[in-house]
C-alpha cells in the first residue's frame, strides 16, 4: 500500500508542484590526513561494565585503546593524549563527540596549548566520528 501511494504522489502534477523542495546539503569531509596522527578521532565507550578510550589516526586507521575502571575525567584523557603526542608526535586535529570530557574548559585550554584544533562530530551524524565509531565496533568484538 505504502508503494501505491508514493506512486499516486509521484505521478500528480499539482503533488509535485506544491511538494517541499528541501535539497539535501552535501556532506562536508574533512582532507585526508597527510601523515600519520596528523589527524585523530576519539570516543569514550562502555562494553561490559568497562570504560575505554580508543583514540584512531585517521591517516592509518590504527586505534590506541586505554582501559579505565570509571568513566574517565578529562584530566585523564589529556594524560592519554599527553603519551600519544610523545609516542606520535602532536596531531593538529582531535575529532570527538562532544562529550563533556572534551568539551571541558580543561580540554580546550590543552589543545590550546599544543595549538591542537578540537572539531566536534553532529550528536545526530554519528559516522561524521567515523573512524572512532568504526574502531568502537571492532573492539566490541574482539
Known amino acids: 500500500m505504502g508503494n501505491e501511494i508514493a506512486q499516486m504522489v509521484e ?23 597527510s601523515r600519520p596522527f596528523e589527524s585523530v578521532s576519539a570516543d ?16 592509518s586507521g590504527w586505534p590506541i585503546v586505554h ?7 578529562a584530566a585523564q584523557v589529556i594524560k592519554v593524549f599527553k603519551t600519544i603526542i610523545r609516542d606520535h608526535g602532536i596531531p593538529n ?3 570527538s563527540d562532544g562529550g563533556r570530557q572534551f568539551a571541558s574548559r580543561e580540554f580546550q585550554d590543552f589543545c590550546q596549548d599544543y ?3 578540537s572539531v566536534v562530530s553532529s550528536a545526530h551524524y554519528p559516522q561524521s566520528n567515523g573512524h572512532a565509531e568504526a574502531a568502537v565496533k571492532a ?4
Open 11 to 33: 505521478s500528480c502534477e499539482e503533488c509535485q508542484r506544491y511538494r517541499p523542495q528541501q535539497q539535501q546539503e552535501p556532506l562536508q569531509s574533512d582532507p585526508p590526513a
Open 115 to 117: 595549538d591542537i584544533v
Open 67 to 73: 582501559h579505565h575502571d570509571k568513566v574517565p575525567k
Open 93 to 95: 586535529k582531535i575529532r
Open 139 to 142: 573492539m566490541k568484538l574482539l
Open 44 to 59: 569514550l565507550f562502555e562494553y561490559r561494565g568497562r570504560h575505554f578510550l580508543v583514540i584512531v589516526d585517521r591517516y
